[in-house]
Each structure stands twice: as C-alpha cells, then as structure tokens.
C-alpha cells in the first residue's frame, strides 16, 4: 500500500510518522521549498487529544523531544477586562505526565520536531494541480512542475485552501466568520514582563472589552536561552537536528479580534508596523500597560487575518480520496483545537489503515470508518468554536452588546466568588480539551 500525503502540516506529517511506524509506505508532498519556510512561530496548544496522537504515531526519542521543546506549561487562566483588572482567574491544572496534560509548543518548533528523521519522506517545492484516478483503481497526484506521484490513497493535508478538497467535494465550503484578529509577539524582557499582571504571570489571559473586542494573551518561556542554546545542558535538545532551523525565543503573544467592520477595510493588506497602530487606534481607553505591550510588538511578526471556517456537510461516498485537518474542517481559534483535530484525525486514519495492512479491512471500507468518525467529532468542533468567534453575537451589536458584556462580566465574577462553580468550569475545560473518545 502506498499513500500519497498533500500537505505537510501538523495532522499531515503525524499521519505520515505514524504510517512509517505501521510499515505502510508514505510520500509527502508539501508546496514549501524549504523546511523553515513562511510565517510558524506562534504558539500551538496541545491538549490530550493532541497528545495521544502525537504519542501514537511518533517514534519514542521524537516524542520526548516534542515534550522537552514545549514552552512552561501555563498556570494560570484569566478573564480582564480593558483596564486590565482580573474577573475571573482559573488555576490550571499542573502536568501530571507527558500525555495527559496541557501543553503550549511554537508552531515552528513543532513543525521541526514532525521533520525530523523523514528526509526521505517529504518531497519540498510540489505544488498540488489535481489528481486523477487510473484504469487499475489507484490515483495518481499532478503537480505544478510537471511531476507526478502514483499510489493507493490520496490524503488531503493540505489546509484550509485546499485544492484536493476543491476537486474532491467542490460543494464543501469555508465561509468567513465577520471576525478579523490582529496578532504580533512581544520579546520577553525585565521590561515587559514588568507590564504583565501579578495574576497572570505566568499563564493565558483574555481580554473582554466593549464593542465585542477581545485579545487573547499568551506567555511562552522556551527551554533555550537568549541565544538559542538548549537551557540546562539537555542533551536530548542538544543533539536534536532541529534545533538548527528554529529561533524560538520567550515571547509574549497577543491578538486582538473584533468584528470586521471595527477594522479599516483593507487591513489584511497592511505591513507591521501600520497594524501595531492599528491595535493602538482602536484601544485608545484600554489599559496603557497593555498598550505598551501592543507599541512593543515585533512588526516583523505582526499580521492580521480574517477568521474563516468550514460549513459541515453530509457524508460523502468515500474512495481512495480523503481528507485531514483544515482540508476538511477548518474551525476558529475560538476553541483552540484545530490542530489537536488534525493530530486526532492523523491517528485514526493511521488505525484504519493498519487494519488494511493487516488484511482486516479493505481501503475503502477504512477511509469510510475513519470519516464517519472524523466527519462527526470534527465537525462538531467547527460548530463549536464557530459559537465563540461570529459576528452574530450580541456581544458584537450596538446596543444588546453592552448588556450581553455586562451579564457576561457579572457571571465570570459570581464564579470567581464561588468554588464549586469554578471547579465546574475548570472540569468542563479539560473534560472538552482531551476527554477520552
């Protein structure tokens, strides 16, 4: 059996370790030219999901290599409001094991670390054209520099613009949210570490404001130092290859998301510098230390995008065409599983297929298993972080929008002030951030 891997993101470079493991011939074809290509610095929360799958499907060593270059596991989570004054903070749990627990890793990092070991596996510079499927059943991948690529299955890991999909399920749509986010780091230094709330050093903060505004704010602290050396003298670091493609340093990560039309029209369009004014024009009543903290973001980062998702469809009949990740569901960041999904989608499909290794299932019949568990829970998740990023909700209306920020203040108070009311919501966080499937 060979399988032909469009994308080499998250979910697609999981299933192709954990193909390898299963002895199943995989090939990776990935648009980038290079291994640290475009923008993957920013922070990715793993949950258990997340962490299973990565667990399952990578090498033993790499595994706990993805564990040792994972941020300082946050400790905090809490609710401010503009001036920067907490309403509800929730104490996070700490890690119990290297499985079942919360982890903050930077994009790039993570992507090193599924680059490891699969030099022979990903094939860089190959853009996918369209596939087509020949007269013995198998498909065979076009590119745009005229090569081709033959096998079994045909997986689309190609992200939230992806072209299989476009062919494959023309009818299945992303469609924007009325949601534009605003996003830039912030290195961390005496002085704006100083900027920082006492409750939330170190942790995750979100900032409810008037005008249905929000910012989210993430603290990493990495286990290199200001050099990039691996702190401590880890010898699993050090010896690391992938440690040579990545300039992590501790950061602060803030984003700012609003309903469109609380942004200039043509924003997506802006260099770093003009969104980091953009940020500070429209937070001109906010707290000044997080205005500082906006003024001091890196606009070599800074980007700004506008929030798009997938609109769930019925099952298909499936084929040796199939799909993972933002090829099939792309949520908002609203929920912070996008790419705990494509991690749970890369570890089921790997299942499915072994079974086929096995003789215990047919391919097709596999790909049918594998999405009729992955349509269900992943579209699931759209719908769920659709509810916390829209446009449509009150809290973007002119009027209702203050009253719903003032009944939504109000309530994170009354729990702040009650125990059993923040152990409710506190085990509901990690019951719906990797319980059991």
């Known amino acids: 059996m060979d399988v032909l891997v469009i994308g080499a993101g998250t979910g697609g470079m999981c299933l192709a370790h954990g193909l390898r493991q299963a002895g199943i011939n995989v090939a990776v074809y990935e648009r980038d030219r290079t291994r640290s290509d475009g923008l993957h610095g920013y922070r990715v929360g793993i949950d258990p999901h997340g962490s299973r799958a990565l667990k399952a499907c990578l090498p033993d060593q790499l595994y706990r290599t993805f564990v040792a270059t994972c941020a300082r596991a946050p400790e905090h989570f809490v609710f401010f409001d503009e001036r920067l004054r907490p309403t509800l903070a929730l104490p996070l749990r700490p890690a119990t094991d290297d499985v079942d627990s919360e982890r903050s890793v930077s994009r790039m990092t993570l992507r090193q670390v599924l680059f490891t070991g699969m030099q022979d596996v990903i094939h860089f510079d190959k853009t996918f054209v369209r596939y087509q ?8 991948a076009h590119f745009a ?28 749509r992303t469609e924007d949210t009325g949601i534009v986010a605003i996003a830039a780091k912030v290195p961390m230094t005496p002085r704006t570490t100083a900027l920082l709330p006492t409750r939330f050093f170190p942790g995750i903060g979100m900032v409810l404001a008037p005008g249905g505004k929000s910012c989210i704010l993430h603290w ?6 200001d050099q990039g050396r691996p702190r401590n003298d880890d010898e699993l670091l050090a010896r690391w290859p992938g440690l040579l493609f990545d300039n992590t340093r501790d950061y602060l ?12 029209a043509d924003v997506t369009r802006y260099g770093g510098d003009e969104l980091i004014r953009t940020a500070l024009r429209m937070t001109p009543t906010w707290s000044p230390r997080l205005r500082e903290l906006f003024a001091l973001g890196d606009p070599s980062t800074a980007f700004a995008i506008t929030i798009r998702t997938s609109v769930p469809v019925p099952a298909w009949p499936s084929t040796n065409v199939t799909l993972l990740g933002d090829a099939i569901h792309t949520m908002t960041p609203g929920r912070g599983v996008g790419a705990n999904t494509a991690l749970r989608d890369a570890q089921r499909l790997t299942d499915e297929l072994t079974l086929v290794r096995d003789g215990r299932k047919g391919l097709v019949e596999a790909v049918h ?32 929008g203050r009253v719903a920020l ?3 203040r109000s309530y994170l108070r009354v729990v702040d002030r009650v125990p059993a009311l923040k152990r409710r919501m506190i085990d509901g966080l990690y019951e719906y951030r990797g319980g059991q499937d």
Do not use: C
């Open 145 to 172: 520099d005229g090569t081709t690529a033959t096998g079994d299955l045909l997986v689309a890991a190609d992200g939230v613009n992806s072209a299989v999909r476009r062919q494959y399920l023309p009818h299945a």
């Open 220 to 225: 990493m602290e990495f286990p290199w130092d």
């Open 253 to 264: 990560n803030w984003g700012i998301a609003a309903a469109a039309d609380k942004f200039p």
């Open 369 to 400: 298993d594998y999405e009729t568990k992955m349509i269900e829970y992943g579209f699931q998740a759209v719908r769920d972080s659709r509810e916390q990023m829209t446009a449509d909700a009150l809290v973007h209306k002119p009027v209702l």
């Open 133 to 140: 499927h020949q007269a013995d059943g198998r498909v065979t």
């Open 406 to 408: 003032a009944g939504m």
